[in-house]
Each structure stands twice: as structure tokens, then as C-alpha cells.
Nanobody
Framework: QVELVESGGGLVQAGGSLRLSCAASGRTFTSYTMGWFRQASGTEREFVALIRWSSGSIYYTEYADSVKGRFTISRVNGNDKNTVYLQMNSLKPEDTAVYYC????????????WGQGTQVTVSS
């Protein structure tokens, strides 16, 4: 059974930093695209960042324009457990949201998995 468990959220002042973690278990996620989305109150869920294997030890990353240069996504792969991180620096009040971890299987007919979310609140 696939399980994504986020942690690391909390309350931080503007300009501060947080690191979110997502522990993914239940299968081998090496070939999966892993990512983060967020949803602020009253808005739709939006893309934040993703990371997927490219070749050898190289991973491709992509970021939303609103977080480029401030957030960094990374991952550690294991046989039966993988962890995805989101390092968030120079946080702004508009980064306040519930952050969700996401995993998408490769190929045609991809399956998408979601975590339960972790709250990030940035005070001004």
C-alpha cells in the first residue's frame, strides 16, 4: 500500500526557512516523479516543484515561478522507502498554505498519489 507522509510544517516569520519532508513507502519510487503542491485557503491546489530521474545520478527539477530561487526540491531513494524534501527559504506570507506531497508513476496510465498535507504559516 502506497503511503506519503509529510512533515516539517509550522509557523515561521517572513524571511525565515522551513524544510518539508515527505516519506514515501509501499513500493520503489525511483522512477516516479515526486513533487509538492500547495493549497491556500479559498484557492485551488497549485504546483510548487517536482523532481524526477533523468539519467545516471542526474535528476530533473522544475519550479513554479513564484518559488524559483527560494525553494529547493531534493530526494533520497531507498529500496522500499524514499524521501522527498522541500527546502523553503526567504518565506513570504503568500507562501502560507497546506503543502501536499505528490507521487506520479511513470508511463501511460499514470497513477497519482497524495499525502495528507502539512500546514505552513508565514507571519508578516
Amino acid at each position: 500500500q502506497v503511503e506519503l507522509v509529510e512533515s516539517g510544517g509550522g509557523l515561521v516569520q517572513a524571511g525565515g526557512s522551513l524544510r518539508l519532508s515527505c516519506a514515501a513507502s509501499g513500493r520503489t519510487f525511483t522512477s516516479y516523479t515526486m513533487g509538492w503542491f500547495r493549497q491556500a485557503s479559498g484557492t485551488e491546489r497549485e504546483f510548487v516543484a517536482l523532481i524526477r530521474w533523468s539519467s545516471g545520478s542526474i535528476y530533473y527539477t522544475e519550479y513554479a515561478d513564484s518559488v524559483k530561487g527560494r525553494f529547493t526540491i531534493s530526494r533520497v531513494n531507498g529500496n522500499d522507502k524514499n524521501t522527498v524534501y522541500l527546502q523553503m527559504n526567504s518565506l513570504k506570507p503568500e507562501d502560507t498554505a497546506v503543502y501536499y506531497c505528490n507521487a506520479v508513476s511513470p508511463g501511460v496510465g499514470a497513477t497519482r498519489y497524495w499525502g495528507q498535507g502539512t500546514q505552513v504559516t508565514v507571519s508578516s
